[in-house]
């Protein structure tokens, strides 16, 4: 039988951790909603077209959707170009980082941890550094305001990205799996192809994500690697719309709120493979 003492000691500490919870629960919601007050004002501001910047109310009075007409009207073709950039961008990414992944996890290769490191250091360039450099090559190559360079161009941010992510899941892929496949008489691209690629399912659709998002998001290299208006990424449409003298603001911010769906969308969806993408790799 417990002790009077030892029972209202219990009841102390589920009362502590009680109060700890809820403690955390208030923090936790205050983050949140710092970091999502920047969304939630750029579509009421969305909402109140007609207002000021500085005249913009805490909440909207009503569901003026004129300033998202305007942004369709304006930047639709802007956001179909950064559609069919980014989807030709990952397409190019994962058929570059999945090979090499594979290789630098299973072929032995001598060096193989210093490749990988090197891949991290690409990460630290600036960016203006690879823009600036791509251009001479780019008028070299007649590269310049296509929509395969700008495909090309916002691949090369993923892929070192997704070397690393997917060769870290590879190395934890069972090599009898593997070794399996090729007593059962598939070579090597075969066993890439139709072993590999579908246990990797998560670490691709990662990748593929963290594509999307980089290419969709790109402004730098939209910016040095077009001199003209024939591709237009919506990143590039924004920046043009903003100068010195801004009176729509309520169109600026609607177009900034159509950028954010699709990524948004694609989160939504696919969050369930980016935790198991990005944590299947880390136990071997």
Sequence with gaps: ?????????????????????WGSTVAGVLVLCVMLFPLYWMLNTALQPESGLLEVD??????????????????GGNLLTSLAVSLGAVVICLAIAAPAAYGLARFGLRGSKTIVFGTLITQMVPGIVIA????NSYVD??????????????????????IVLMRSF???????????AQMDGAGPVRTFVKVVLPMSRNSLITSGLFAFLFSWSDFMFALTLNTT??????????YQYIGAHVGDWG?????????????AILLVLAQKYIAAGITGGSVK
């Design 251 to 263: 169109s600026v911010m609607a177009a900034s709120v159509l950028s954010a769906v699709p990524a």
């Design 58 to 75: 805490p909440v909207p009075g009503g569901l003026d959707l004129s300033g998202f007409s305007k942004a369709i009207s304006d930047q």
């Design 229 to 238: 208006d024939e591709v237009k990424p919506v990143t590039l449409g924004i």
């Design 132 to 135: 600036n450099a791509l251009y």
């Design 1 to 21: 039988m417990a002790s009077p003492t030892s029972t209202q000691e219990s009841a102390g500490r589920a009362t502590t951790r009680s109060r700890r919870k």
């Design 141 to 162: 190559l007649g590269l310049v305001n296509s929509y395969f360079g700008l495909m090309l161009a916002d691949a090369s941010l993923g892929i070192p990205f997704s």
């Design 170 to 180: 590879m190395v934890s892929i069972p090599g009898e799996v593997i070794e399996a």
